[in-house]
């Protein structure tokens, strides 16, 4: 197994994920399987003399004029909300602040 | 045992830019409904293509050439991952290993502050929490911010509060943010820790421990909101540290938020969060590669800021460096004051060069600034900006008064008329009747009459009281209601009382 159960456990926690312990054993395999897949197949290029890169298209400095254009309407922000009042959009509280 | 305080700074201020950093949705959300100053990109909808906002680049990179960085050749944006719902993408872009300004310092009462970095990032959406349901508004939400972070160079609550004052002032001479604590634009957080001294130093950015010593933990405070409530807040934190240290206690890593009314820290409920931000580096934002002409030309835009102002005023007027310091608090302040300077020194000599000013003249200016201008500011709750009194207006005024037109007292009441109205002096020394009495018989008859009416203090003039004198001076000023010309009563008092 590529991937530890902690490490799992971790993932989840960031993605705020509650996963019973049988979903932990399961996710285990399956992420472990799909990571080991993709390691083989970035094993098999030769990247000896690549410099990582984040960027494909070769752009550089790509900015924009500071302009203010119209923004969308409140009704239309609002449109996908499952909850929403006043304005706002609703979510259940979370901890903190 | 001695212990140091251990203080480090996270500022963040809000860039004033006319739309957001990745969309063109307004900035201006100050006081708007809610949502309503959002669109996909800062909805984080999907397929949506953030675009760099140019000014907030460029306010970014004068930011960091004021706070005296590294510009790096090579700079690029990064997502930083957590869920939050202030953050509609579940990251939010920022800057993690190439940001726009790299190292540097501020000046802050003769001690030199690190700076470790500052940053361009995206603002978050405001969060209300109520009954259990947090209402979200993303109107913030894209606003360009950025971090400025010191080094743990700090060593008191007020140097903090000092430091802070400074960013302000900085970024404020820029024009590139109001930076005002109560309406958000500048937000500060704390690193707070107490080492024993000797025990510690400051590696790369770090406090690190000395050999055989272990650190005591940094408090992180948050949610001071004011300038005073930082200086508050960190002192209350360095009590509770030296107490429970003092007693044998252990420090928490914790994040404590500070209760302004209560006056303390309590320990924050945190994000329950894992520290782990996943930085990759933002793929729809293709890395910046500056070219030096056109950093250079930047750096040119910046203009004469607080430090060089103060020692270029001491240099070249004279001016006490505590005076050079007040006058030099804002620019408007300072560029008002050197207007008038100039203005006053040419209604001698027209066309004279502001490089050789008389002194005095800065002094008697800086006087009238600092004293009757900035009170009656203060007083009327009037920002600089709007005052009606105009430099030139202030500098003919003083030439009145050395010309003798008026005298200094009545010049504080042409000045308050000044200040109402915006009017000339000359205007309102004409209409008002205020000019200075210099017509020696009309002066004597005064002096005659005020001679006539207080025996015992001629007869004690008579016999050497100097002070005596000062008080006939009065006697005449009183009843030709300060208008008299003082150095001519005092000639004329002698003459009578020969
Ligand atoms: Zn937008």
Redesign the pocket.
Known sequence: MILSKAEVEHVAKLAQLKLKDEEVERYLKQLSEIIDYNMSLLGQVKTDDVDPTAQVTGLETVVREDEPRP?LSQEEVLKNASQKENGYFITKAVLGE | MKYDVIIGLEVHVQLKTRS?MF???SAGFWNEPPNT???P???GLPGALPVANQEAVKSALKVGFALNGQTLRQSKFDRKHYFYPDLPKGYQISQYDLPFSVGGWVEVDGARIGITRAHLEEDTGKLIHVNGQSLIDFNRG?IPLMEIVSQPDIRSPEESRLYGQKIQQIVRYLGVSDADMEKGSLRIDANISLQPQGKWKVKKDRVVALKGYTLNPKVEVKNMNSFRSVERALTYEVERQLQTLSAGGKIDQETRGWLENKGVTVKQRTKELAPDYRYFPEPDLPPFVFDPKDLKKIREEIPELPDEKINRFVREYALEAKKAQIITSSKELADWYEEAVVAYAQTEKPGADYEHIDSKKAEIVYNWVSGELLRRLNENQTSFSASLITPAQLAQLLYLIDKNEVSSSTAKEVFAEMFRTGQDPQKIVSEKGLKQVSDVERLRETVREVINLNPKPVADVASGKAEAKGFLIGQVMKLTQGRANPGLVSKILDEELK
Do not use: D, E, I, Q
């Open positions: 923004s | 957001k969309c063109s949705c100053h959002v669109c990109v800062c909805l894209g």
